[in-house]
């Protein structure tokens, strides 16, 4: 059967089971677009602004655990899906992202939009492709499919030339896809197994640090069996945060930079760390000569180039999160760790590091802690990168598994808007909140328009305090109060809103916080609610830049944090 190269796109996306494709047309990629009427499974959305086509593309990846679809002309358009490319990357998100390029005796000339994508991007995805003959198109969309959701999954990007996608070929999709050289690990070594089971056995203080790999690996029982097994306490990094019940008693929430106080000081106690699909980051491990100086590591990630990169393991083992769990809890003899457990009690209560001061100010932890209640720990909550972001991390503790979701290792500003785009596409039935900065909402705002145009129901709760906050408080803290460049002029959020046809709404009282969350609850349609918090209100715990986890700064006392 002969198809242009065009139709094998599409043919070829169905083959690999895709149902939403987020892009923007464009010259280049018009052949595209053209074709796209012959495929009605493929639903495809109109973003306004090809950076949200990926990051809409990446939430999406990560709700489903399928691969993300975007699509992007060539120059600017390819060059607008970098940020989210990268943002992908960084966090492990398999994404599959197909450009459009200039006519092939264009290239290289300096051809109208053309810009070197595949070079661009070589930095920021696991492989990526020119396809120069139509020929090559179907082999080369089943090897970026492969390549992005295996192993340890991420971005991969095709560049198609315009006249390739005009080319008329046989069509003939690969049944099996076998990379010469490309062999991840999904199981653990045993002799590596065994030695974590005994390291586990002989401990007296140990915790579980668990990772987006738990995630991505959609290991929530198998983690859940080996910390119940053993009575181990679980902490979860940033983007580990739905990996395991925010409401079980082995649970002690985030670690690191802005994580609870009484966990950084356990991992400076613990004898044993257990790090599960997580790359101990230094936003977990503060000072990374200080990190959890008494204690052995066991490292499990699929990526063998994360273990023993940032910290010294005592045994390292190289598989799939859920595969190595499952070796691992089936060699394990159950364990009691109950003067440990008792001293997280008691730690946890000399330092409730998640306290809301009782005041009339509308307090942005108030605000996302009842946000929490109105949807008891059950919806999907997507935040942008920012002060927003720690204490949606601090107060909204997630029972649904791998329902939180954040943009972690690029700390991207403006992912808030579209990647709840993505993730209500992805979970049509469910409850969406995108907290939101109100600066990073600013970014990419205009994805309201195409909210609207597709009548997705997403709660946005814009944490409005009139400054890019983070930015702020870190010019208070360690730039002796200079502030400069982050004090936000914002327009009238509610106005905005329901200039693009949204339910608009403004809080200014701490009374009006939790009647507004349950009329947007309510609404069957998007809503925008500007909460007008305290606006020099920072994020606590702390852990100053260059400290160790031991030199975290606690919560102020409260008279200090009610002072007028």
Known sequence: MKLSGAQIVCESLLREGIEHVFGYPGGANLPLYDALPQYPQLKHVLVRHEQAAAHAADA???????AGVCFATSGPGATNLVTGIANAWMDSVPMVAITGQVVKALIGRDGFQEADITGITIPITKHNWLVLRAEEIADTIAEAFHIANSGRPGPVLVDIPRDVFQEQVEFHYPENVDI????PTTEGHPAQIKKAAQLIADSKRPLILAGHGVIISRAFQELKEVAEKANIPVITTLLGLSGFPGSHPLYLGMPGMHGMYWNNILIDEADLIIGVGMRFDDRVTGRLKDFAPNAKIIHIDIDPAE???NVKTAVPIIGDVKQVLRELVAEMKPGR???WISHTHDLRDDHPSITIPDTDRVLPQFVIKSIYEATAGEGYVITGVGQHQMWAAQYYWNDKPNSFITSGGLGTMGFEVP???GAQFAAPNDVVWSICGDAGFQMTLQELATIVEYELPIKFAIINNGYAGMVRQWQELFYKKN?????????DFVKLAEAFGVL???VNDKAQVKGAIDVAMRHPGPVVIDFQVDEEENVYPMVPPGASLAETVDL???EERLKV
């Open 504 to 506: 608009g709404m403004r």
């Open 483 to 491: 502030i400069v460049a982050s004090r936000m002029f914002n327009p």
């Open 307 to 309: 273990i023993g990169k």
């Open 180 to 183: 010469k050289g490309y062999k």
């Open 419 to 421: 990647a709840a785009m």
């Open 556 to 558: 102020p006392k409260l």
């Open 60 to 66: 999406y990846a990560r709700v489903t655990g399928k």
């Open 337 to 339: 760790h109950d003067e």
